[in-house]
């Protein structure tokens, strides 16, 4: 088995070749014939396998890339970017298709704006100065809602939400009025009843 993974480490190195053709490639190498005791499905396995390994490895390159590319936010578009981008390898050999990096780039934008939104979440979740009165604080005066705000700036989990300011102070009114219906939030000890120790 492992002689038949260097073979293909050796001689599969692009991952839109075909089972057929590459098996054709293999059968000249002498080492093909150290690989006589797997089954032909067993070799065909391990070959998706390989070309899946290849495909993974071209994509962490390409997320490298983009990650790398700091002019990079959570509303640039591919148009945009594929002018910072497009001379390096690792663009280059992610695809020759510039529908397939869209793509790629798509989903990538899709999962860092996932992550950000929850990262968000969390940071109002850790943040003291919100509570269920903030509804009625921020009904009487707008202030306090500035004063969120000005705690809320100090870290990078709503900074990096610059791009998109309107979802960023709806998810924060959302999370505001979900305390406010809440209401007083129940004591530690009765919201875990299971640790109380019965005798």
Known sequence: ??????????????????????????RKDHRWEMATLLESEEKEKLF???I??????????????LDETTEI?????????????KEDARCQKFSSSDRKKEREFNEYIRDKVVAAKADFRELLKETRL????SRKMID????HLHDVEKVLQND????ILDCIPEERLKMLMAYIDDLDRKGIPPPPTASEPSRRVTK
Do not use: P
């Not at 492992?2 to 590459?22: C, G, I, P, Q, Y």
């Not at 899946?52 to 890339?65: M, P, Q, S, T």
């Not at 919100?130 to 009165?133: A, D, E, L, Q």
């Open 156 to 159: 990078k989990r709503y900074l």
């Open 1 to 26: 088995m492992e002689h038949f993974k260097a073979l293909l480490t050796d001689m599969v190195r692009t991952h839109d070749a075909s089972w057929r053709d590459t098996k054709r490639l293999l």
């Open 73 to 85: 936010k959570l509303t640039s578009t591919w148009k945009e970017v594929k002018k910072l981008i």
């Open 48 to 50: 998706k396998d390989h």
């Open 140 to 143: 009487e005066s707008e202030q």
């Open 52 to 65: 899946d390994g290849l495909v993974r490895k071209k994509k962490e390159k390409f997320h490298e890339l």
């Open 130 to 133: 919100i509570t269920y009165k």
